[in-house]
């Protein structure tokens, strides 16, 4: 009879703190979610509101490219409101580091992954690839390989994104011209992390210096938001020509290093808080649905996304797009 008590107990624990998959919405109310419908109306609803603000505005989720059809099959009807949203597609690993860096990806995966960066092509929406390779050879491969696909790449050769790769010597497709919107770029660069660049000077100077088309970015460094000077600085690439400069942003998941994370929040965590993300120590999974985060990243003046808009940079890139795999799951 015990064992039956403690039994019917833990039944009862497990249904109340819904590990069955139900959520709640903000009534409290059980419902059944569609995780993927809720991505992409996140995403439909923060390019709504910095395109009102700014229309030349470009919005580029990276990876989650089931999103861009219907039923999440490369051969599906066209998500016609999620892509009419956005504006590029980002996708990483896909000719280099799907399994391990300067590894070339499986060619199942690698097929999948192409049949839905036509997807995107075919709808107007340009594809950015980011492949993880430090053989020169591979590199160069990389960069043939998705030029012939039509895709603007960059061979990444640290998985960390904390440099300017030194090969090739000036970037793949290099061009002279003025890049005013995100059809113009022939190249980009993909640099998250300055930690290997003594101070905010050298960091940006080294940016100065290059001649990419288009440069991927954090709003932060070292924890301080760049002004709006420092990122019309970054606006001319070092041999003449505008160029533009795109802030990085994860809505799938909350970082403990932001400046809106609380540090009460590790007693008395929100709702939409969910589990760390085992992989990335101090990154936490969202329930990105939920108005309480969608409050955080875009909406009134405090927000990260308008942050982003008041420091000039030309677009948003927005990461963790996939998170409704971890829910699906």
Known sequence: MKKISILIIVIVMILSTGCFGDDSDDNGETEARNYRDDMRMFVESLSSYAKEIDSDFIIIPQNGHELLTEDGEPDGAAAGSYIDAIDGVGREDLFYGYDEDDVSTPESERDWMVDFMDVAEDNGVE???TDYC???SKMDDSYEQNSGKG????????RELDNIPDYPAE???FNFDDVISLSDAKNFLYLLNPDSFSDKTEFLEALQDTDYDLIIMDLFYDETALSSADIESLKVKAGGGSRLVIAYMS?????????YWSSDWEDNPPSWLAG?????EGNYKVRYWESGWQEIIYGDDGSYLKKILDAGFDGV???IIDAFEYFDS
């Open 127 to 129: 594809v950015l690839v």
């Open 171 to 173: 970037p793949y497709n």
């Open 317 to 319: 890139y927005l990461d």
């Open 134 to 136: 430090y053989t020169e």
């Open 151 to 158: 895709y603007i790449s960059f061979a990444a050769d640290h």
């Open 276 to 280: 760390e993300n085992p992989d990335w």
């Open 251 to 259: 809505i799938g998941e909350a970082e403990d290093y932001r400046y």
